[in-house]
């Protein structure tokens, strides 16, 4: 149809449109080029962020600050950014070249913290809060986060519970501990997910710790001993960044126990008893310590668009703990997303994963009687006199001396203790913006632990000789679900007064299994536990099932007037299913007040004050302290044999409580934030006062009652205490910077009411010890009270001695007639000993110079007292002994305090009670990062490497091996009560550190 | 249209579960749940069982308090725990450690037996059946009864099931002549229901109630009534499978109890235990120090024989040989092997030693713990010698009284097979007061060590005499107006002031 003239013309239009075209497109896509500096210095920033809004168009400066962008559409706007600094956006019009400067974020009080169920700006928090951020977590190089809390927030106090064993829990406590019975730990929420485990430290972008009334009552019946909100890092728009960080670390023991050789072992046996000399000299120590090894890495990566965000990251932790044949590997997937489905409504998804592998030695045993010592602890105990093996080619045991236990070596060795623990958790969470001022949030969580602990005791043990080896699995499992839905609601309601309404609904339920089998009698020790049908005896398999659920309503109310005046008001209503027929809902409600001074005209522009706010709470918040099922009555399954038939029997083993109430928890708290000099200098100090009411106590029945106790609200408790944190910016410099944080607290602990009033003691000795009570439970006094016999020295010669004085001859070991009444009985036993530290601190200090940074962090507690259960069993003559005993009185040595060599009942007295004061270089890195030019060259945007060590000194006069010791705090009540104990702890760490990141 | 999906979506999530928070445990067996057969019942009932073969009772707190009290036993190691020589020395007080364990266990006991008797009444079935059953917890509660009222006399006494503590926080002591009607009341019920001749000796029969009665008549002073009973059981014993076993010591080994006839009752340990359920220490307590005679280790010597029973029971008497060990043995031979010593040799305690229950305990734990032995609680040859006793009180001088005490000794004469001359027949036409010194020597003898002798001192009012001088076990401070009786627990006394004052002199 078309003549070949039209089409010959057709051919030429499409041609110079396609020309003109070009060459418009080429006129729209322009270089747009210039210079992000700094308005402080007027410095260049390198590696500030510009990039094209709405888009994934963007590009990072160089070394002076000179950046380069395509911009290709019209009406483009580009967005300046900086960590630090307050983003700027520029329309590009039809410039080329652009300049920003862009202001420091020196308020930090804009900063937006994260509190339950929301965020507030600093500005505005009316409760105590205190912040970690991502840069102090990763400092150093940590299997999990707890650990990097320590020493980093006022008022919270980190220990882990087995000195430097790889995967050893670790204890949090915020505030000291408000309960006996149940757990003083803080509550963790991830994300918004509550009653979870902590993620890795590089995945947490920070932590708010919620210390008072008014910041944990939200959380009501879950917040009396604090809660700690992690935030894990999530993609921001513009350019994707990759991590990529690696780090290898040695460790080696940083204390030994000075012991005897095997000449001066013998020499001290003989000068009790017989003992003919053993044929070795073995420094058990030295034998099952060896060169730990840590090797950390991980890869993320994260970015996102305007409208979606991610962040995916991948860790691989192994350690190779300083004790032979233990260690960990631990693997960890981290993916958080972030959709804008539109304006207004938003998506997301967090995924946790994680799977740890755990190769475990025996130790901090409940007991070391015949055949059932831990390795650390038969390591001190041990003869070293004798090898690893005996001529036969067995393994030395203790025989004839002593309760009879196998070397260290071997319990090393060859006990099988093995946990693999699988973490799976997912949250989804849906937000959209009804109107301008409403908001819904609602989210979905799904959490799934795992854990299968596998035992075997191979015949070439003790334990395991005449049961020809014992093998057991054990799994727990743990399964939670959660819905969260709330409302949120801001608006202006009168002139520069903003109320926030905040409302909502939570549903949790979790479920607790586990399943047990063991068996004994196998024909070979190669099947370890994996194999229990080869056995020929089985032992009493175990399962059960335990599932609580709590629904909640909860509300906060802030009004915020004018910036300056703040009122918040929070309330929770907890329904559990585990707690007693007549209360199973409990009400905490908390209120508080802030006073933002510096917001005033008289000091709104002052050049010193730049901040000042006081602020007072008080609110009631609870402890789940309550076991499913705990409160009613139950027939229990108990052994029975009948004709030599093992036969079905039960029993009453509690009564219902209709009554039993929550654990309540009344806390005020008074506190003051000062900052001078535009915020250089920023103080926090905070005093708090909290009873806790209604405490859960075990209370004996009487005998005749056919049930042993009940479970009952009888106590009282009360902690009171001071904190202080000091942030200061000493310098700073075009090239040198210089900031410290330091941070003090106190706390004292005093128990106020118990069942009756009475005494309560309790007994944490290891079983062996045949001991009846260690620490006591006292009116008036701090939880965790050591009970016991004052030591008064050694009995010299011609000294009249009390009667019921347990030796009586010069030598022996002299007591206190505590009650003066003229001789020595249990009525003499008092209180020896406070292991609650008198105050906790952390004093950190950052330095850049260039390229150059350096952290050293100090953290110590002044005050505590140490039990220390190896040195008693060490004195007490049927083991090895320390090199004390090398001064032990003699006739011609009478002027010492250890008394004559002997064996001794291990008595629980102040001899063996020691200051656990200390201060401790708990860490130093220096980092340096590449210049720019050289890093863009190679394709990187940051090149950083370091080395660092932890625990590199610590000054104590404690003569344990670490002060840090936390013997047999396990469980809920042993959590409070046992505290400050020291028995074979796997030992603490002094780590040298290597690594370096790279930034994509 | 969007935004009304997503909220529709919002909706349906916020209001995802409503619950009314009631526990519904499974795995756990709750009360209200429970008794729905016979076998629920007979399973509270066991628990009530189970709780005597505890550490606490028959394993080893009760039963080492019994057994040093008299003047058979006495201590051997004396550094051992304090509460145990109290108990032995006369010199208690209200803190005893071993009170302090078994009183509240044997309201353990009473309690299970109260729940079964309670549920009883709502479990289903032919009434004649569950009555068997429950007819066991009647059993029970009086056996615990009765050795609480013969140790303590007033005692508080529960028959209710306990719901809520305050009921038991102001209860007061039942007077001990008040008490001792409930037992028999108790016990007439199980004899009426419970079974001629159960399966196994674990489980009381019909026999075993009224052999119970009969030592509770006894006790009482009311020897008719006891003579009825004891006939009752010795008329039908083959009816309930009883007599008496051919060789004395086949009743001290723990691999033959199962076969045997005699016990009226028995507590079964089997040498695996559940924390403090089926551990027993018996052979553990009176084995012998430095005795390496067997695999499972060496005793503790903690219970002994009172020198003066050893040297005054005569030798040719083949229970002596059951009820004592006079050697021990040693690994000083050649290669380790075992060599035999005097028990004079043991250093720690050089004399003999109590072997009921250390010579064959079956399998056992270290040092004796944990054995197989199944306890006698009561056997035949008891039954019989009450019946003697009871026969010469109300009808001195009857030939039928002598033919009792004879099949007793008659069995004594079965050396392992040979048959001896010792002991002879009872002389006939004793007087009615030798017979009854005669047939009281009798029981401490053929029942020695087996927790009777006590109760015979407390209830024949023996004590100064037994205790005194010329006694086997001399005390200076046995204190008639005190020791027969024990303290109460101070801890139960403080928390309930009503069970106020202790026993005289405590």
Known sequence: MFTNRKKKSFKWCLLVSFLLANIVMHAQERKVTGKITSSEDLLGLPGANVYIKNSSVGASADMDGNYTVIVGEKNAVLVFNFVGFQSVEVPVGTKSVINVSLKPDTKALDEVIVVGYGTRKKSDITGSVSSVTAKELTAFPLLNAEQALQGRAAGVSVMTNNGGEPGAPTKIRVRGGTSINAS???????????????????????????????????????????????????????????????????????????????????????????????????????????????????????????????????????????????????????????????????????????????????????????????????????????????????????????????????????????????????????????????????????????????????????????????????????????????????????????????????????????????????????????????????????????????????????????????????????????????????????????????????????????????????????????????????????????????????????????????????????????????????????????????????????????????????????????????????????????????????????????????????????????????????????????????????????????????????????????????????????????????????????????????????????????????????????????????DAWTPTNTNTNVPANAARTKRITSRFVYDGSYIRLKNVSIGYSLDEKIVSKMGLSKVRFYISAQNLWTITDYPGTDPETNYLNDTNSRSNTNLGLDYGGYPNVRTFTAGFNLKF | MKKYIALLCFGTLAFFSCSDLEEKPVGIIRPENFFNNTDDLQAAVNGAFANIGHNNYWGREFTIALMLRDDMSDIGDRTTQAARIDVNDMSMNDTNALVANFWPQSYVIITAANQAIEGAKKTPGDPAKVNAIVAQAYFARAFAYYHLVRLFGDIPYVDFVVNDVNQVNSLTKTKEADVYPKIIADLEFAKQWLDDKPKVKAVPGKGTAAGYLASVYLTLGNFQKAYDEAKFVITNEAKFGLGLDADFQDLFNATKTASLKEPLFTIDFNNLTSGNYGQDYTAFFTGSLKDDSYSYGQGFSVAVPSLKVFNTWDQRDYRRAVSFDTIIRKKTGPGGSLQVYPSSDNEKVPRPHIAKYFRFPGKAGANGRTSQHNYITMRYAEVLLTAAEALNEINPGTAEADGYVNRVRARARNKAGKQVSFPANVTPGLSQTDFRKMVIDERRLELAFEYIRWYDIKRLKIGPEVFGPNGLEPHANFDPNRDYLWPLPGTELAINPNLQPNNPGY
């Open chain 1, 184 to 886: 003083g730990d803080a509550l963790i929420v991830v994300d918004g997910f509550a009653g979870v485990s902590m993620p890795a430290p590089q995945d947490i972008a920070s932590i708010e710790v919620l210390k008072d009334a008014s910041a944990t009552a939200i959380y009501g019946s879950r917040g009396s001993n604090g809660v700690i909100m992690v935030t894990t890092k999530k993609g921001k728009p513009g350019k994707p960044v990759i991590e990529f960080s690696n780090s290898t670390s040695v460790q080696s023991v940083n204390n030994k126990l000075h012991l005897l050789n095997a000449d001066q072992f013998a020499a001290y046996r003989q000068s009790f008893t017989t003992h003919t000399q053993g044929p070795a000299n073995s420094d058990w120590q030295d034998i099952i310590y060896r060169d730990g090894m840590i090797s950390n890495t991980q890869l993320s990566f994260s970015g996102g668009s305007e409208n979606v965000r991610y962040y995916i990251s991948g860790t691989y932790f192994n350690q190779n703990g300083v004790v032979i044949n233990s260690g960990i590997d631990k693997y960890t997937i981290v993916g958080n997303l972030e959709a804008d489905l539109s304006p207004k409504f938003k998506v997301g998804l967090n995924t946790f994963t994680s799977k740890q592998n755990k190769e475990g030695i025996i130790s901090q045993t409940g007991a070391g009687g015949t055949g059932a010592a831990g390795v650390i602890a038969s390591a001190y105990r041990f003869m070293p006199d004798k090898g690893i093996y005996n001529a036969d080619g067995t393994y030395t045991t203790t025989a004839p001396i002593g309760d009879d236990i196998d070397n260290p070596y071997a319990t090393a060795m060859e006990n099988i203790l093995e946990t693999v623990s699988i973490v799976n958790r997912n949250n989804f969470f849906a937000q959209y913006q009804i109107t301008k001022d409403l908001d819904f949030k609602t989210t979905l969580g799904l959490t799934d632990n795992n854990s299968q602990t596998g035992r075997f005791i191979p015949s070439t043990l003790i334990a395991g000789k005449n049961i020809k080896g014992e093998a057991s699995v054990n799994n727990t499992r743990f399964s939670s679900f959660l819905t969260e839905n709330y409302l949120t609601f801001k608006r202006e309601i009168i002139d520069r007064g903003m109320l926030t309404v905040l409302g909502g609904y939570s549903y949790q339920k979790n479920k607790n299994e586990n399943s047990y089998a063991a068996s004994r009698g196998f024909l070979t020790n190669t099947n370890s536990y994996r194999n229990l049908g080869a056995g020929t005896v089985f032992l009493k398999p175990d399962s059960g099932l335990s599932e609580t659920e709590l629904i909640s309503a909860f509300g906060r109310l802030n009004f915020d007037y004018d910036e300056k005046y703040l009122f918040t008001f929070t309330a929770r209503r907890d329904g559990s299913s585990s707690f007693s027929k007549n209360y199973k809902y409990g009400t905490f409600p908390s209120g508080a007040i802030g006073w933002n001074i510096s917001n005033e005209n008289f000091l709104k522009d002052n050049k010193t004050v730049s901040n000042l706010k006081l602020r007072a709470s008080y609110g009631a918040t609870g402890n789940p302290s309550i076991g499913a099922y705990s409160t009613l009555s139950r027939f229990s399954e108990i052994y029975y044999v009948s004709g030599d038939v093992i036969t079905n029997s039960v029993q009453l083993t509690s009564l219902d409580n209709p009554n039993l109430k929550w654990e309540t928890s009344y806390q005020q708290d008074y506190g003051i934030d000062l900052g001078l000099f535009d915020n250089r200098i920023s103080i926090t100090a905070d005093y708090y006062k909290t009873i806790t009411k209604d405490l859960l106590f075990n209370r004996p029945l009487p005998g005749i009652s056919g049930i042993a106790s009940q479970l009952q609200n009888v106590g009282e408790l009360e902690n009171k205490g001071w904190e202080l944190g000091i942030n200061t910016r000493n310098f700073i410099g075009a090239d040198f910077t210089w900031s410290t944080n330091f941070n003090i607290s106190s706390n004292k602990n005093k128990v106020l009411k118990l069942a009756d009033n009475k005494d309560l003691l309790i007994n944490s000795a290891p079983g062996h010890f045949l001991a009846t009570e260690s620490q006591i439970l006292r009116v008036g006094q701090p939880v965790g009270s050591f009970f016991g016999f004052i030591y008064d020295g050694v009995i010299q010669q011609g000294e009249a001695v009390l009667p019921g004085n347990f030796e009586t001859t010069p030598g022996g070991e002299k007591f206190r007639d505590y009650n003066g009444d003229g001789k020595l009985d249990s009525q003499d036993k008092t209180i020896i000993g406070n292991p609650n530290p008198d105050f906790i601190f952390g004093f950190n200090n950052d330095f850049t110079y260039k390229n150059i940074d350096l952290n050293i962090f100090f953290q110590g507690s002044q005050g505590g007292q140490i039990l220390n259960y190896t040195l008693m069993e060490l004195a007490s003559g049927n083991n090895n002994a320390t090199t004390e005993v090398l």
